[in-house]
């Protein structure tokens, strides 16, 4: 539980530090962005999801002002189903599985060239991540030393690049797209083993 506490300090010191960062400039707007993502999986069979790779999800996150650094918190939730191998102890067995997820995510946009208020710009994201995680594993599998559903915190990080395009130059209601490809590193404990939830995550939105 430490350990959530000083992930859950560092967001917070991050999301106040960003923000006085860009009191002294005034910003294009703070805004709100509704995304579909698709996050394929990476790591060791048995303790990771790349047998099955694909997992689908949606999010909301909102946006502070900015022109060059934009601070962010976000929330998503995603689910994947499948087959694969999972670690009984020591023995490995293959099994249909139910995978759900919800994180929160808090961090910093930052755009090398400034940030227009109309038409396309790119910057870097990253951020800090804390999530929730439940698998239940099919009825039919026979097991000896792990439960047929576990449930666990993750913590980690996600770094990636994205661009926007600002439709409207309006001083309200600037409508815009956006696309990211990010890489996110995180971890957990399912099944009494380190289990790898890192991933690369594409994802498409609309904001406003």
């Known amino acids: 539980m430490l350990r959530y506490f000083y992930y ?50 949606a999010g909301l996150t909102v946006f502070m002002d900015g022109k060059r650094l934009i601070p962010y918190f976000g929330f998503k939730v995603g689910s994947m189903a499948g087959t694969q191998t999972f670690l009984d102890g020591t023995t490995e067995v293959s099994s249909s599985f139910k995978y759900y997820n919800s994180t929160a995510e808090a961090g910093l946009q930052v755009f090398v060239i400034e940030r227009k208020k109309r038409g396309f710009n790119t910057y870097f994201s990253a951020g800090g991540v804390l999530g ?18 576990d449930q666990s915190f993750s913590v980690g990080y996600a770094a990636g690049i994205g661009s926007e395009w600002i439709l409207t130059s309006a001083n309200n209601n600037k409508w815009n797209f956006n696309a990211e490809v990010l890489y996110k590193s995180e971890s957990a404990t399912l099944f009494k083993s380190k289990y790898d939830l890192s991933c690369m995550v594409f994802s498409i939105g609309l904001g406003w």
């Open 8 to 57: 859950f300090t560092l967001f917070c010191a991050l999301f106040t530090a960003s923000k006085d960062c860009e009191a002294n400039q005034a910003g294009i707007f703070p805004s709100t962005r509704l995304s579909a993502y698709q996050s394929n999986y990476s790591g060791e069979p048995g303790k990771s999801f790349a047998e099955t790779a694909t997992g689908l999800g």
């Open 132 to 149: 929730y995680n439940f698998v239940a594993l099919g009825k039919t599998v026979e097991l000896e030393n792990i439960h047929r559903s």
